[in-house]
T-cell receptor, first 117, second 114 residues
């Protein structure tokens, strides 16, 4: 079965420090992996994706993620956190049961990022 | 583009009443999703349409829930009769096959059933 796991319910980091939000996946075949962010009282927003190619993927707002096949991980990173980065972050994998170019995603449980000033 | 538009943004109703949530996806998108989000259960996929056809409705809680997509620019999620445990934020999202997995979410409809 396909799945993603976000082992941390919450991550706390001081402003200016680097941040990492962890995600591991379980997929047969090559995964399509995604990160989404949800600010308070808003819908989810697409941040970045990995499909193929360079293992380091850059996305919106200075975020990047590193695909690691041997560790089946896709951790979200940012070199210097901002207070405005405080939000709920979701990792997701494309559901391959429908094949083709399906948009159906399997989301993780989310990690709340709190950046202290 | 205005993005995915959902209405109403907030709905307060009494148990037993019918609730209808509406969604207008982004023009040109051919996938549409209804999600439900609560503190207890997190983000749950209710139903997935592709080219207006329901592909996966296994997340629809029970017969009280129904969803329709009569055309490419409109979808509804109906709850009849509503119950307090249906209280949640309901999100609609749309996407296109050429950009798999890149979904655009609406701002959500916050439903409170008393």
């Amino acid at each position: 079965a396909q799945s993603v796991a976000q082992p941390e319910d919450q991550v706390n980091v001081a402003e200016g420090n680097p941040l990492t939000v962890k995600c591991t996946y379980s997929v047969s075949g090559n995964p399509y992996l995604f990160w989404y962010v949800q600010y308070p009282n808003r819908g989810l927003q697409f941040l970045l994706k990995y499909i193929t190619g360079d293992n380091l993927v850059k996305g919106s707002y200075g975020f990047e993620a590193e695909f690691n096949k041997s560790q089946t991980s896709f951790h979200l990173k940012k070199p210097s956190a901002l207070v405005s980065d405080s939000a709920l972050y979701f990792c997701a994998v494309r559901d391959i049961r429908y094949g083709g170019a399906t948009n159906k995603l399997i989301f993780g449980t989310g990690t709340l990022l709190a950046v202290q000033p | 583009d205005a993005g995915v538009i959902q209405s109403p943004r907030h709905e307060v109703t009494e148990m037993g009443q019918e609730v209808t949530l509406r969604c207008k996806p982004i023009s040109g998108h051919n996938s549409l999703f209804w999600y439900r989000q609560t503190m207890m259960r997190g983000l749950e996929l209710l139903i997935y349409f592709n080219n207006n056809v329901p592909i996966d409705d296994s997340g629809m809680p029970e017969d009280r829930f129904s969803a329709k997509m009569p055309n490419a620019s409109f979808s509804t999620l109906k709850i009849q009769p509503s119950e307090p445990r249906d209280s949640a934020v309901y999100f609609c999202a749309s996407g296109e096959d050429s950009r798999p997995g890149e979904l655009f979410f609406g701002e959500g409809s916050r439903l409170t059933v008393l």
